[in-house]
């Protein structure tokens, strides 16, 4: 009984609505006939308003049948072409009506929302533009303009719209937007400044903060960027995130945080293998060695011919005075790339170490001729190997070979006594007297106690 009850109130008020409506246009064509052209515009509206645009339709294309010129006229023709959709008919009328008033803002929003509505973005933002020169602090227009800009990627310009209606209301989508569009724009700057202060209002927006994390990584500001970075849910941070935050983290030595970066950067994409340089020496620089060769074999694995890895590995082995291993690495490397001073140096050292005299002195030899016109960046290693070789030759009474080195070696550290004295014995074997009471001479007078120095002159006459 209810549902029978309830079905025929519904036919009721249709009914109703019906001849309500029957009667209501017979009033507007009566007002019509009878020229009462706004009794007929005010019917039209409330047609209009429910929806009825076919009774307004008939009634108000009557009135412009009839030359009746009124704003109201075209507003209405645009409203009922709106709500049938027919969005041309509805923008001519509506630039008619526009044409009456040209400071109208209701009926340029009217146009600007039909012509977003219709896709025609570029017109849109153009009558919204009108809005903001009749209105600048229209921020509903603010918002629109800044939106339009901001889907057509124009996005230096969005973010000038953004910033005025910010100064109106701070909402998240706001925020949101102008940080993106400055991040676009490359003014890291301004994407700052607006993803902290959304923050502020909105700490629990992770957009803001990878927005934040972002521009303060362009900005080197790397503390502000590992803070940031650190906070981000690692589904929102893509590779190229997780490398930064690594090189932000590396930037302000903070090695361990960096190297976990890195590892997930590698757990996504395993042949993003140049981090593996990265984490390997980060290692390195932190004095585990252990991980540092595992990483640099991570990359030689990947890349056999890498020479870096090898030498760096080599360094690796040497700290921890692993000779062979330090020995074997160098060789690989020398083996890619045989012009590295670096590699022929560690390489000699290593053979030293290793008692390998012939061996390190035929290195340190290669390091020499490879340091020619470099000595200021490798002043302490040529000194190192001048003394090395000289020594050696000294030791095996080689004594013209040892002078060529024992001389160098005073170009680096003129005042050494020691090496003086070597100098002036290995003339004095050689049977070159002159030279041996010249360098004699000259050890006295760095030190005048020198008895290896007093004993040469007394044996050469010379005291």
């Excluded at 040209?102 to 929302?113: D, G, M, T, V, Y």
């Excluded at 901001?150 to 701070?170: G, I, S």
């Excluded at 940031?228 to 930037?251: H, R, V």
């Excluded at 020479?307 to 490397?333: C, I, P, T, V």
């Amino acid at each position: 009984m209810k549902k029978t009850a309830l079905l025929f109130i519904g036919i009721f008020f249709v009914l109703s609505f019906n001849v309500n409506a029957q009667s209501s246009l017979a009033d507007g064509e009566k007002a019509i006939k009878n020229k009462e052209y706004s009794k007929v515009l005010t019917i039209a509206k409330e047609f209009i308003d429910n929806n009825n645009t076919t009774d307004a339709l008939k009634l108000l294309i009557q009135l412009r049948e009839k030359n009746f010129s009124d704003i109201k006229l075209y507003e209405y023709l645009g409203d009922t072409y709106s709500k049938m959709n027919v969005a041309e008919n509805a923008l001519i009328n509506y630039e008619q009506a526009e044409a009456m008033d040209s400071l109208n803002i209701q009926l340029k929003f009217k146009s600007a929302e039909l012509l977003y509505k219709s896709k025609r973005y570029k017109e849109a933002g153009n009558k919204y533009l009108k809005i903001i020169q009749i209105d600048p602090n229209n921020k509903k227009a603010i918002l629109e303009t800044a939106t339009i800009l901001y889907l057509a990627k124009y996005y230096n310009d969005a973010a000038t719209y953004y910033e005025k209606y910010l100064a109106f209301e701070q909402t998240k989508d706001a925020y949101l937007k102008i940080s993106k569009a400055f991040l676009e724009s490359k003014n890291y700057e301004k994407a700052y400044k607006y993803s902290v202060e959304g923050l502020t209002k909105y700490p629990e927006e992770v957009v803001l903060n990878k927005s934040a994390a972002i521009s303060s990584f362009g900005l080197q500001k790397f503390d502000d960027a590992g803070k940031y970075y650190s906070a981000l849910p690692d589904s929102l941070m893509t590779i190229s995130d997780l490398k930064n935050a690594g090189k932000a983290f590396q930037m302000i030595k903070a090695d361990s945080i960096a190297i976990k970066f890195y590892e997930k950067v590698i757990q996504r994409d395993s042949t993003q293998s140049s981090l593996f340089m990265d984490m390997a020496n980060n290692y390195f620089r932190n004095k585990n060695n252990e991980l540092a060769i595992k990483y640099y074999m991570a990359k030689i694995k990947i890349d056999p011919t890498y020479e870096q890895a090898y030498r760096y590995m080599g360094f690796a082995y040497y700290d921890m005075k692993d000779w062979d291993g330090a020995r074997q690495s160098f060789l690989k490397a020398k083996e890619l790339v045989d012009t590295t001073f670096a590699t022929n140096y560690w390489l000699a050292q290593t053979y030293s170490q290793m008692d390998s005299t012939q061996q390190a002195s035929n290195q340190y030899i290669t390091s020499l001729k490879l340091s020619e016109g470099k000595e200021r960046q490798y002043k302490d290693e040529i000194y190192g190997a001048n003394f090395f070789l000289g020594r050696n030759a000294y030791d095996k009474q080689n004594y013209n070979a040892a002078l060529p080195y024992l001389k160098k070696i005073l170009q680096f550290k003129s005042g050494d006594v020691g090496t003086t004295e070597m100098i002036a014995i290995c003339y004095h074997q050689l049977q070159n007297y002159d030279e041996a009471i010249k360098w004699y001479k000259a050890v006295l007078k760095l030190n005048p106690k020198s008895e290896v120095a007093k004993k040469g002159l007394r044996r050469l006459s010379a005291d």
